[in-house]
């Protein structure tokens, strides 16, 4: 994230793998991909107010000039496939806070301040990487669940079906004792006009 004063300037440092020295360099608005304005085979662009340039080693830097407060959001640092996200924030000019210049920088810490690199692991704070985790999971367990109760529901109305179908076939014949005496019965699935006596 940097941030600057309206019609100030920034400067993003943009880091690439050593492997994609050869490759354009892309700066984007984020959501209008039609907005990259691109390197040419000198790693460079310049326009009105944003100026790149890449060093053919493993960094580009976009220097965004003039800035208005339109200029706040999202961006994109792309080298090849990779790609990182960068937010730009413009604060009115009548805002006053507390700045650290870069010679109190320099003596206070003793090195000198940048703009954290976009294929740094460290870009993004940790809690990010658990939300998404946490949102996977959590769509994991959902799923699961949606799919046992169907399940469930449906080996019940299979069951219940089978007995209904049981009890419709089934035919009771009322007898009494002494009555088929010496006689065996065969049940048969089928009406009872169709049970044979042997």
């Known amino acids: ?6 019609g100030r300037s920034v400067t993003v440092q943009c880091l690439y793998s050593k492997n994609l020295r050869s490759s354009e360099k892309r700066w984007c608005r984020s959501g209008n991909w039609n907005s990259c304005m691109v390197t040419d085979s ?4 310049s326009s009105r107010n944003v100026f790149i340039h890449d060093d053919k080693n493993s960094m580009f830097t976009v220097t965004l000039t003039q800035l208005e407060m339109r200029d706040s959001g ?3 640092c792309g080298a090849g496939q990779q790609h990182g996200a960068v937010h730009v924030s413009v604060t009115p000019q009548a805002t006053t806070r507390a700045t650290v210049s870069p010679v109190q920088y320099l003596k206070t810490t003793g090195r000198t301040p940048s703009v954290m690199g976009t294929n740094d692991p460290h870009s993004r704070p940790v809690w990010e990487h658990l939300l998404v985790v946490c949102g996977i999971v959590l769509l994991v367990m959902t799923v699961s669940l949606a799919l046992w109760k169907l399940r469930k529901h449906y080996k019940k109305k299979q069951k219940h079906q089978r007995t209904n179908e049981t009890n419709d076939n089934f035919t009771m014949c009322p ?6 005496k010496n006689t065996s019965v065969i049940f048969l699935n089928a009406p009872a006009q169709q049970v044979q006596m042997l």
């Not at 994230?1 to 309206?6: G, I, N, P, Q, Y």
């Open 175 to 180: 007898w009494r004792e002494g009555d088929y």
């Open 1 to 6: 994230m940097v941030s600057a004063d309206e």
């Open 42 to 45: 000198e790693g460079t662009f």
């Open 74 to 76: 999202w961006y994109w």
